[in-house]
């Protein structure tokens, strides 16, 4: 009797267990032995995910391709310089260095070097520049906007792993509790108090707890599985996380508090992907800017210098083959020069481009006006569905509350040998069930408000 009065009390207490678990200072990244991780926290999980993730590091990939691609604009501003050598061999009837054709072998070494610099091409590199920067920009709040959306997804499955803990603890309750009713129906049995039948029903509710419970083991298993699957964490075997107690959770009460047009106002261009889609907005003004400078004229600057070595290896009788020094000093060649190119007609090819860059910025003006009619939309939805949770988390605590009301009733019942084992089942089974439902609408309730902070831009973690 003292034992079903302390399993009472414990049923009382709100069927909840905090696992303790050692956390560790750091996150373990690639460089990091990962047999060193006891307990992973949330802040843990997600600072190694962005560090492993194959999909954020070919983000990165794509933002040092942007860095490489601006690189090259900003040096086009530079001169080219170049260097040329040839060697031809002439055999038979070939000109002479005195510009007639003789009959001849004689063979011919140049060396020439020529830079040159644009001076004045419409602004054309100055908007490339620009256009350039924008875009790099815009792939790093591509970078952030993946990092938000692989946290918000990390955060989700780190809760269904919390909640499915919580079940395990409920699921090894309900075993000790069954296994106290087996030994009550036993004595009340020997007692000549109930049938024998009551005693088989226990036995059989046994049973069908501990298959319960194994199955809620799988699944505790299993969501560790696709968490340290989302990590890119090697081995399960060595992962499992930090359980968070309830009292650190936000399961606030600002929800009521807020509205999505006042989200959406005030933190809108806090949001990377309406940064991104801004920048690239940007970015097609200066595309256009540049498709017109194909109507200026362009001015550049070239220099250059050559040089050559003439040999015969049959000279006409009286003449033959001045040194290499000599020739080197009489047959350079200096040239500087201006060139101006006047674009008068070339196919209409210019004003398509620029047509084309007008497109593209209609285009860049309604990805953005998309984005932010998207954004909306999922602020409306995150708000529905963190006020439905919280009713659905209210609704479920009265009926948790009730549920222990009657259980605690029908155990004393039941222990009087007033109440049948049939009925002292299905009484734990109701509390059971709405305990693992309040659970289950809690950490539902914790996610929704997580989402919408995470709209707000609070932290995660």
Known sequence: ???????????????????????????????????????????????????????????????????????????????????????NFYFGRGPGRDGTYQDQTQSSSSLSVNANVSIFSGLNVSNRIKANELNLQATIEDFNKAKEDLALNITSYFLQVIYNKELLAIADEQLELTKKQLADAESLVE??????????????????????????????KLSLLDLAQLLNFPDIEKFDI?????????????????????????????????????L???????????????????????????????????????????SLSTQWSRNGSENIGLSLNIPIFNRMSSRNQVRNARISMENSQLALDNVRQQLYKEIQQAYYNAIAAKEKYEAAKKAVDASRIAFIYELRKYTAGRSTSYQFEE?????????????????????????????KGVPLF
């Open 1 to 87: 009797m003292r034992i079903s009065i302390i399993i009472t009390l414990l049923l009382c207490s709100g069927f909840t267990a905090t696992i303790s678990a050692q956390s560790v200072d750091s996150i373990t990244t690639a460089n990091v032995e990962p047999e060193i991780v006891k307990a992973w926290t949330l802040k843990q999980c997600i600072e190694y995910a962005v560090e492993n993730n194959i999909d954020i590091r070919q983000r990165i990939l794509q933002n040092r391709s942007a860095e490489i691609e601006l690189n090259t604009t900003r040096n086009s501003r530079l001169p080219n310089l170049n260097a040329n050598m040839g060697q």
């Open 191 to 220: 007692n000549g108090k109930s049938p024998e039948s009551d005693l088989y029903d226990a036995r059989s509710a046994l049973a069908r707890d501990e298959a319960a419970r194994v199955e809620t083991a799988n699944a505790l």
């Open 242 to 278: 930090e359980m968070t107690t309830t009292d650190t959770l936000p399961v606030t009460e600002y929800v009521a508090l807020v509205t999505p047009d006042n989200i959406y106002d005030n933190y809108i261009n806090n949001r990377p992907s309406i940064k991104a889609a801004e």
């Open 280 to 322: 690239r907005l940007k970015s097609s003004e200066y595309d256009l800017k540049v498709a017109k400078s194909a109507y200026y004229p362009s001015l550049s600057l070239g220099a250059s210098y050559s040089n050559s070595y003439y040999h015969t290896y049959n000279p006409p009788a009286g003449t033959i083959n001045e």
């Open 427 to 455: 009484a734990k089974k109701r509390l059971s069930q709405t305990t693992a439902e309040t659970a289950q609408a809690k950490y539902n309730l914790i996610f929704r408000t997580k989402i919408l902070d995470f709209y």
